[in-house]
């Protein structure tokens, strides 16, 4: 059985990558626009990981992680954050909000996978 992965971000340019490179490798990926669509299909299946942008309206990936971690069935989930800022306040506040990682854009796809592979095993 896939794992299944939530891909979260703004952009569906970027959603469309993310899931792509990762159906290409196996993954069952599921898209949400921002933080707020993601809470919304977060019961819709059991993920085994979640990727969120930073920056986005409605709901940042901050907030997103702080909420995800509240939630008893996702407090121990994966979270990477796949993002254009690369400033060590940034990535600290992800870490301290419950982040295990953070990717910055542009991404190649090889790395992509390399660290969910490494993340979900």
Known sequence: MPKTIMTVDDSASVR???????RDVGFDVI???DGVDALTKIDKA?????ITDLN?????????????RANPKIKFTPILMLTTESQNESKLA????G??????KPFKPEQLV???KKVVG
């Open 56 to 68: 986005m309206p409605r709901m940042d990936g901050i907030t997103l992680i702080k909420e995800l």
């Open 114 to 116: 390399a660290v969910v």
């Open 31 to 33: 898209e949400a626009c």
């Open 99 to 104: 982040a295990t990682g953070w990717i910055v």
């Open 94 to 97: 992800g870490k301290n909000a």
């Open 16 to 22: 469309q990558m993310v899931a792509y490179t990762l």
């Open 46 to 50: 059991v993920f085994s990981l979640i």
